[in-house]
């Protein structure tokens, strides 16, 4: 097969841009080729281009609705389609999603959609929500399959009006790591938590910041963004730049989860975060945030907390349990590990995403 994915941002490796990295090297080790679009040339594009993996910038594409720069967007799409020659076209995020869809409608290429959390999930602020709730809606029966990463998106889905066939659920799985990279969630001083996020409107950096004043242990935060000065400025008033460490946009995210002993992740919304699998990955007990699909992968009292959006207080309170409970760090710990070494490998959502690339192209020939 030749796969053309297309996905906005190359400023920032995130979840959605690291699930792409994955599928394409995987791809192009089972002998298919495969072609990555982006955004505006940025640091992803180095990371394709350092693993192997044939990628083309839009400086059009960009996360902002813009009729203009859509069209230009559109148009360079389809210039690659016609270079390029795909058996499918992989969109990945809500705007690529849309115009992936365009453009498969246009040359009859088949297209499958992964929707990494909808882009009209509850959390996210209006007026893009609604925009975006009847952009898909329009949209939607333009794609041969919409992959949701979570049963929760599905469901969302399915109540806009998406039709059944379309949608198929398959989790986020993140590659594993070698056994030194296991974390220890054992007693130690200080004991340290982790956050890996981009610091931006989905992440809620301030309730966990507020949380953790009066929490006696280290808290590390990963990520950059353009709410990463105010963070900053939030701890140095509440004097706390004694145990909160920013360390900046990192790669090496499974040497640093190796060094902690609890993940937390809060947030606005989210699809399936790939930051919780890569903390179960680890070995860690996780408490995040009740939004999106994160009730499927953090089990309430077996491998960690969930915690109601923006609720800083119950936050606190399952911070101190674990910090006080070696035995429920450890426990949850070996509990994380064995759901992800059942449902959350990289091999599980690989061989169900190539089945509905496969499905779709089929489908398109049939009709």
């Known amino acids: 097969m030749n796969i053309l994915f297309v996905i906005t941002r190359a400023d920032t490796i995130g979840g959605a841009q690291v699930h792409v990295k994955d599928l394409a090297l995987a791809l192009q080790e089972d002998r298919h080729k495969v072609m990555v679009i982006t955004g505006e040339q940025s640091i992803y594009n180095e990371d394709l281009n350092q693993a192997g993996i044939e990628s083309v910038a839009c400086q059009y594409l960009q996360q902002r609705?813009?009729?203009v720069a859509d069209g230009k967007s559109l148009r360079y799409i389809l210039h690659i389609v016609n270079l390029f020659k795909p058996d499918l076209i992989a969109a990945h995020s809500s705007k690529t999603g849309i115009l992936g869809r365009l453009a498969s409608q246009i040359t009859k290429v088949p297209c499958v959609f992964t929707a990494h959390g909808w882009s009209f999930t509850t959390g996210i602020?209006?007026?893009?929500?609604t925009i975006y709730r009847w952009l898909e809606k329009l949209t939607a029966p333009l794609a041969d399959k919409i992959i949701c990463v979570s049963e929760y998106?599905?469901?969302i889905g399915l109540k806009a009006g998406i039709n059944s066939r379309q949608l198929v659920m398959i989790h986020n799985g993140m590659k594993d790591v070698a056994a030194n990279l296991r974390a220890n969630p054992a007693q130690s001083?200080?004991?340290k938590v982790a956050m890996i996020a981009r610091f931006d409107r989905q992440k809620d950096h301030l309730t966990l910041i507020e949380a953790f004043k009066d929490v006696n242990a280290e808290l590390i935060l990963v990520g950059d963004g353009p709410s990463l000065d105010k963070t900053?400025?939030?701890?140095?008033?509440l004097e706390m730049n004694q145990k909160?460490?920013?360390?900046g946009f990192r790669k090496d995210i499974a040497q640093i989860l190796a060094q902690v002993h609890i993940y937390v992740l809060i947030s606005n919304w989210e699809g399936l975060p790939c930051t919780i699998i890569e903390a179960m990955r680890a070995g860690l007990p996780v408490i995040a945030s009740d939004v999106g699909g994160v009730k499927e992968i953090v089990i309430e009292g077996q491998t960690g907390y969930i915690i109601p959006r923006g609720d800083r207080q119950t936050l606190r309170q399952k911070l101190n349990y674990l910090l006080a409970?070696?035995?429920?760090r450890i426990s949850m710990g070996i509990m994380a590990?064995?759901?992800?070494?059942?449902q959350f490998t990289f091999k599980h959502m690989y061989d169900k995403t190539i089945a509905a690339y496969q499905e779709a192209i089929a489908m398109a020939f049939l009709s």
């Open 65 to 67: 609705i813009s009729p």
């Open 125 to 129: 602020p209006e007026p893009n929500r």
């Open 153 to 155: 998106d599905r469901q």
């Open 189 to 191: 001083e200080p004991i």
């Open 232 to 237: 900053r400025q939030r701890v140095e008033r």
């Open 244 to 247: 909160v460490t920013f360390l």
């Open 325 to 328: 409970n070696e035995p429920a």
């Open 337 to 342: 590990r064995q759901k992800y070494e059942s």
